[in-house]
């Protein structure tokens, strides 16, 4: 599977912006796969998001943006979405979505071996 995120900007703190990551090359649409996001601020490991069971059953989000960032999914259309809320300087990062095949996240939402597919980023700037 392909994935592609896009949606990134520079907004000011605040702001609101809404991340699309598309998924391709499923060899049907009963295919199932877990989506999660991560984020990489320049000089910082990568670390995790938000991340959502193949049927959205389960959805997981780090402490830092927890109440603030949602992640959704859009089966019919193979999409995954990261809604980002009430952003801040420190969500300034280049954000990955990532695919698990499977769907369950038995490996762990937040370990980034669990995925098996990655996208290229799409950067986020957060000014003051």
């Known amino acids: 599977v392909q994935l592609q995120a896009c949606g990134g900007g520079l907004v000011q703190a605040g702001a609101s912006l809404r991340l699309s990551c598309t998924m391709s090359g499923l060899r049907s649409r009963f295919e199932r796969y877990a989506v999660g996001w991560f984020r990489q601020a320049p000089g910082k490991e990568r670390e995790f998001v938000a991340a959502?069971?193949?049927?959205?059953?389960?959805?997981y989000e780090a402490d830092s943006v927890k109440g603030r960032f949602t992640i959704s999914r859009d089966l019919a259309k193979s999409m995954a979405y990261l809604q980002m809320n009430s952003l801040n300087l420190e969500d300034t990062a280049v954000y990955y979505c990532?695919?698990?095949?499977?769907?369950?996240?038995?490996?762990?939402?937040?370990?980034?071996?669990?995925?098996?597919?990655w996208g290229q980023g799409t950067q986020v700037t957060v000014s003051s």
């Open positions: 959502s069971t193949w049927n959205s059953a389960y959805t």
């Open positions: 990532a695919a698990e095949k499977g769907g369950y996240l038995r490996s762990g939402a937040r370990n980034p071996s669990t995925y098996d597919s």
